[in-house]
């Protein structure tokens, strides 16, 4: 089993619909992270958490919110999706302390039409 | 403002081949990172180096602090290595260059 899973895999919806995607992990790291990433520019980071207790922006939160429900769990969710948040999304885990590799998901590749 | 800068944007090369991924960073940082994104999507962490040089098989990263420059060099390249790179610097939490797409034919 993979250690930092995301679900659904795929998602197409449509403008206006409420999205959430799910990301569990089983390296007991404390931080998670979601990241978009588009063609042709880097991954960007929408939201982080440094602890069940931990919310924090990332640098492109606009549209988007998480919630930590456990150490090992961080959902985002799409209030009210619109075809410009069309990417692939990726969960990634890290443990606390100074500098650390992350851990990342598969992705998830969600489409709004 | 990209505060990570990768090159070349994509690289083609023969089996066998060296290969060298540039990246280069504005500020200071406490360490580097290069990740490998596979045809699939999923992404692997490969390196993080804060000084010095580090190997794993074929794969070799150098970091140069003072010049603000990590280099990633892949050894006896394979068409498995057909992926991209991705610099990331950590700056409180990371910034992630936009990646070099390597192809390896054979």
């Known amino acids: 089993d993979a250690d930092v899973t995301q679900t659904p895999r795929n998602r197409i919806t449509k403008t206006g619909k409420r999205i959430m995607l799910e990301c569990s992990q089983t390296?007991?790291?404390?931080?998670m992270y979601w990241y978009r990433q588009d063609p042709g520019l880097g991954l960007r980071l929408i939201y982080y958490s440094f602890d069940v207790k931990d919310i924090n922006k990332g640098e492109i939160s606009d549209g988007y919110s998480v919630s930590r429900q456990a150490q090992a769990k961080f959902s985002l969710s799409l209030e009210s999706a619109i075809p410009n948040q069309t990417a692939l999304y990726f969960c990634?885990?890290?443990?606390?302390?100074?500098?650390?590799?992350?851990?990342f998901g598969d992705g998830t590749r969600l489409s709004i039409l | 403002k990209n505060e990570v800068e990768q090159s070349p944007q994509n690289l083609t090369a023969q089996e066998g081949e060296f290969i060298t991924i540039n990246c280069s960073y504005s500020?200071?940082?406490?360490?580097l990172h290069w990740l490998q994104q596979h045809p699939g999507g999923g992404i692997v962490s490969l390196f993080m180096?804060?000084?010095g040089k580090k190997k794993h098989g074929r794969l070799i990263a150098t970091i140069n602090i003072q010049e603000k420059h990590s280099s990633l060099h892949i050894t006896a390249s394979h068409p498995r290595d057909s992926a991209v790179y991705i610099c990331a610097v950590n700056l409180g939490r990371l910034y992630f260059g936009r990646g070099t797409q390597l192809t390896v034919w054979p």
């Open positions: 180096l804060s000084s």
């Open positions: 390296k007991g790291h404390d931080r």
């Open positions: 500020v200071g940082i406490s360490a």
């Open positions: 990634a885990t890290s443990d606390a302390g100074g500098n650390q590799p992350q851990h």
